[in-house]
């Protein structure tokens, strides 16, 4: 499943205005990639104008398949393996979004009720690189989001879920000599920012590449490029300030009506990453192959990239711990020899490395649930050697309902209290699409997208039920997540 939600850092500064001033007109550019070069290792993006959006170029896969936008280190979409198995989405060091579900049944959306984090900016930071600026007049609500919280300098004594614990302030400590010399060697960049690319910021190409100072220094430049030719610090303040429905004009929308199933992504626990519930069977690779429209595709992934990539990192900085996604992949009646599902592996899989640099250690694990044997045996033998190793070492076919060390490895990432009712775990509540900044839309369009599949809709179809609930909700409430 491909790689298409990203691991990030973001952060950039903006000037305070007071509380009552008018919300600033911000110009929300283009994001495309352009079209594959000669060389599939580089793969330069091209920052293209609305007006010759339709016109740009697709990537093609060696058979003349299009191809969708990858990115490797990121939480991403869903990418496949060969003879039709459906391998589960996967990006390098990302979390892309994934959904999962039973034989068409929608995947249950899980978030308990919770406390939203507390504003509050705990201790001092290890670095003043990762430090709060002083801010001398009120923020707006997108600058209070973009804005570096203060992170704490004792690591928690214990959380459930999340893996690894990686507290920041102690890796930074411990990793200064490679840290000052990582921003020596990229500092001279014409893309690099010092109040945003800060100890944090560089940390994640160490700690993606092993420590090996020249990967590291490569990559944290050519993601600096991307960025920057991207326009991604402009599309940061759209995606975390409104509802992805209205991204870029509604770009998703094209892309969604087929791939609303690999889209569905809640936050249960709003201190570790989204988790994102895939359902392979319910996807409808069929249309979105047939339409040919793989630039929104691709656009629609860089977005949902971005997203997750700021999200994640406004989660690290407020906790001082590396928050990672999970992708849970539902394969219960997927059709493993579907050629329309061959063709969109393969051509995500050309892709996948072309952007393996631009959001490092976001992906925390894939947890493919159901896999039949043919999908296990096709995993081994076939799709794990189209793959990186870093990512193919995060994928874990599990049976948590019938195995207690199956969910065990669950709970690693996402306490069982949390955890779907479904694949073993303890939650009976309605997902909150965290995608949404309203939860109530969250969880109403969601719940009317689920109902539709479990009458047997179309995807098509399921997802117009979806922004129709959406919609009517914002029209009740007299508001709209649209970004001017």
């Known amino acids: 499943l491909s790689a298409t939600f990203g691991d990030g850092v973001w952060d950039p500064k903006l000037a305070c205005v007071a509380a009552d001033a008018p919300t600033p007109v911000i110009h929300q550019p283009d994001l ?36 969708p936008a ?20 996967t990006t390098n ?6 959904t999962a579900s039973n034989e068409g049944a929608p995947v249950p959306a899980t978030t308990n009720e919770r406390e939203q984090p507390s504003p509050d900016a705990t201790a001092a930071s290890m670095s ?51 840290l000052d010399s990582l921003r020596n060697a990229v500092k001279d960049s014409e893309h690099f920012k010092s109040d945003q690319h800060d100890d944090l910021f560089l940390l994640r190409f160490l700690l993606s590449h092993k420590n090996k100072l020249p990967k590291a220094t490569a990559a944290c430049l050519n993601a600096l490029r991307i960025r920057a030719e991207l326009g991604l610090d402009e599309a940061a303040k759209m995606v975390i300030s409104t509802s992805w429905r209205h991204w870029e004009d509604g770009v998703v929308k094209t892309t969604a009506k087929y791939m609303m199933p690999m889209y569905r992504c809640a936050q249960q626990d709003v201190d570790l990453g989204p988790i994102w519930y895939i359902s392979a069977s319910e996807l409808d690779l069929a249309g979105l192959m047939a339409t040919g429209d793989l630039v929104k595709y691709r656009k629609t992934n860089i977005l949902l990239n971005e997203w997750l990539y700021q999200t994640l990192d406004a989660t690290t900085r407020r906790t001082g711990c590396i928050a990672k996604t999970v992708r849970v992949v539902d394969v219960k009646g997927f059709d493993v020899g579907s050629s329309h599902f061959r063709k969109w592996y393969k051509a995500d899989a050309k892709l996948l490395k072309d952007f393996s640099d631009l959001y490092p250690q976001m992906l925390g694990c894939v947890l493919v649930v159901n896999a039949p044997w ?20 995060k994928v874990n076919m599990i049976d948590p309902v019938k195995s207690k060390a199956d969910a065990a490895v669950a709970e690693k990432w996402l306490s069982l209290d949390y955890w779907p009712e479904r694949y073993g775990g303890r939650d009976t509540q309605p997902l909150v699409m965290a995608l949404e900044p309203d939860p109530e839309i969250g969880r109403a369009a969601l719940e009317a997208e689920a109902a539709a599949f479990a009458q047997g809709s179309s995807a098509s179809v399921a997802f117009s039920e979806y922004v129709r609930v959406a919609e009517e909700i914002e029209a009740r409430k007299g508001v709209s997540h649209v970004w001017d």
């Open 128 to 178: 003043p690189a990762i430090e709060t600026a002083a801010l001398s007049q009120p923020q707006t609500a997108v600058e209070q989001q973009l804005t570096k919280p203060t992170m704490p300098t004792e690591a928690p004594a214990s959380r459930k879920g999340g893996g690894k614990l990686l507290f920041v302030p102690d890796l930074i400590q411990k990793n200064r000599a490679l």
């Open 93 to 98: 060091d990302s979390a892309a979004p994934m």
């Open 70 to 89: 990858i990115t490797n280190d990121s939480a991403a979409l869903t990418t496949s393996g060969d003879e039709g198995t459906p391998v589960p989405a």
């Open 32 to 67: 495309l990639l352009s079209e594959a070069q000669s060389s599939p290792a580089t793969l330069q993006p091209a920052h293209l104008t609305s007006s010759a959006l339709s016109a740009a170029p697709v990537a093609t896969s060696s058979e003349g398949t299009p191809v």
């Open 374 to 393: 043919l999908l296990k045996g096709t995993w081994d033998n076939i799709i794990k050697k189209l793959l990186p190793e870093k990512v193919t070492e």
